[in-house]
Every structure is written in C-alpha cells, then in structure tokens.
C-alpha cells in the first residue's frame, strides 16, 4: 500500500456516557480500603484496568508467588503423567517444602499439587530440572516467558522465590502475570484446589492449600501465597462475582492476618464500587457518526471509500458507580489513502480512553479494495470534465 502523505483526521468525542468513571488508582471515594501492606494492587481481569493501588509499580521480592510462572511454564511443557526423578539437589532445597527424596520417581502433576498448593520449593527445584536440566537454564526460560509476557519490571533468578537481590517482580507485573496464568485451564483447575491427595512414590499424601482465602471469601478461585524474611507477607488472589472478575496482589504485609485482611478489605471495596458495563452500544455510534461524516480522500480513484471496524468478543469495562464522569472516545483515521489498496488494509484506529489510558482500541479498515483508476476511464473522465466546462 502506498500512501502520499501521513496526515490524519483527528477526532476526539467527550460524551457522558454512564453515570460513573473508568476508575484506575485514582478515586474520590472517602471510603478507600483501609490497608497496611507495602505493595498492593487490583486489577479487572478483561481489560487490565487498575481499580485500585498502593505503590505498586516498585520492584519488590515476591517469595514464592514466584511459582505462579513456574507453574505456568510446567503447564505450558509438560505432559501430567510424565514422571520425574528426583535429585540430590531438589530433595535437599530448603524452606517450605513437600518433603520429597532423592530418587524418588513422581509425576509431574503429583509435583505440580506439591508446588502450588503446599508451596514446596523442593518441588520447584525437581520440575526446573526437568523441563531445563539444571535450575539457572530453568530461571533464563522463565525471563524469556516473562519478556513475552509483557513483564517489563521483573527478573528471575529461582524457580521458587528464595530471596536474592537479583529475583524481583512489582505488583503490578505480578498481577499481568497471574491473569494470563489463570487462562491455562490446568493451572486454574490446580491453584483453585482447596485439598487433594497425591501419590509420592507408593505414599499417598493429603495437601492443602497454603492460601488462606479460598472456600472463605465469596467468589474466592485462587491463586497463590508466598513468604521469604525479605519479601514478607505475600497473597495474589482471583476473585469473580457476577461478571466483574479481579485479581488482587498484596507484598511486603508483615503478618498473615495482614495480607489476608488486606486483600478482603480490596476485594469488598471493588465490589462495592465497580461494575462491568458493556461499552458496545457506544463504540458503534462512534463509529457510525464518523462513518456518515468522513471525508477520507482516495487518490489516483474513482471507488467510493467503505470502512469497516474489527469487532472485540467483549466490550465490558469496569466502571466507577458512584462517580459520575466523563469517558472519552477517539478515531485516528487517514485522511488521504492512494489507490490500489487491499481490503483489510487497516487506515486508522477507535479509541475508549479514560484518565489518558487506553482501555482497548479497535482498528479501522477498508471494506473494499480502493483500484487504481484505469487510463480509458480517466480519459473518459478528462473529456466529460473538458466538455462541461466549455458548455458553461
């Protein structure tokens, strides 16, 4: 596709849409949750709007919320029943453990109860091992999961979040993390696991999860729960009522009561002053009225310019609804294209946006190819133009 020029029509809409705000960390409420955690952060699942936060953009220790994207890679790579042997160094990791034994032969869901409901760093070690040959090849998978993850404030050195300067995570990456891990139906299915029984070798053993919240918060379905003497305290939870579906991050409490209090207090705030409102009806308005009023020039053409916009599978946001605001809605469109052009070709983008932050955008695109005008017809139209200027 050629195009001339990279001029583009600019048109910015504010429309009272809903009585409320997209509501990110910043809320006029007076009844904002009373917390003591050091990082804390709560997020929409759908569109990753923050609906509430507390300095949760500063590198931090994670402990074994690590797991998380240990788990996820496990999921990712690994066949359930396939069995692993364990090693001198994975039985012989310590703090939290499952209690495995060198030579022992386990399979790789056993390990993965082990690793998300009872938090064995043994288990950790045993899988790393597994899937890489050795625990630092294992930690360079994990960043370059991270990388493509869109993690951009994370590192990894272990795969079970023993503390070290270099193993660090936010917040808020923790929180992008735990969404896409929550999507893998394996992953789900074992971090929302109240207690199970798993075999160890010939052993049955009964685990139950470490997380505190599950089978006792309303709406509670995971996800996981760790703790070093550098990272403190640290809770990621699911929560879904209704169709507003969150994951709340709490690092650095100081006790387990904290981080269990912190993140009720979250989860009940959220679900007081949030709901999921489909946006659908509005974006096709948007698009509509620029549709009739767009004055998009096709050059070197005579085809009449049709667009069209790619549709989203949902078009639900949280919003605020105790505030009443404004949300604000944008078309970025081309405004010279030059022939040919293909069908599909995408010339410019619609908007949702509240507070400068872009909650989706959508593409614009051409319906119909935009074909090169032919020498016969322009001629035809040169002579038709020459002749009704010399009848005036």
Known sequence: MRMIKKNFIVIIIFATLFCGNFCFAENENNDLPETYSKHIICIERTTNSVLFEKDAYTKCAMASTTKILTGLIVCERCNLQDIVEISKRAANTGGSTLGIK???????????????????NDTAVAL??????????????MNERAKELGLKNSNFVTPHGLDDDNHYTTAYDLALLANYALKNEIFARIVGTKEISIMIGTNKRNLNNTNELLGVVN?????????????????????KRGDLDIIVVVLGADTKNMRGNDSKEVIEYV????????????????????????????????????IDFEKRDNYNC????NNIGKLKTSIYCLSQIEAPIKSKTIIGKMRLIYDDKILYEINIYLDKKIEKIKFEEYLKLFVENYRSFYSI
């Open 102 to 120: 060198e030579g022992q032969k386990i399979t790789v869901e056993s390990l993965l109860y082990g690793l998300l409901l009872r938090s064995g």
């Open 128 to 141: 790393a091992e597994h899937i890489s040959g050795s625990v630092e090849s294992f930690s360079g998978l």
């Open 219 to 239: 709406g509670v379905y995971g996800i996981k729960t760790g703790f070093t003497g550098n990272a403190g305290r640290c809770l990621v939870t699911a929560c």
């Open 271 to 306: 679900y007081k002053h949030f709901k999921m409102v489909d946006t659908e009806k509005e974006i096709e308005n948007l698009f509509e009225n620029y549709k009739n009023n767009q004055k998009i020039k096709a050059l070197k053409s005579l085809n009449k310019i049709e």
């Open 318 to 321: 949280p919003i605020d609804k």
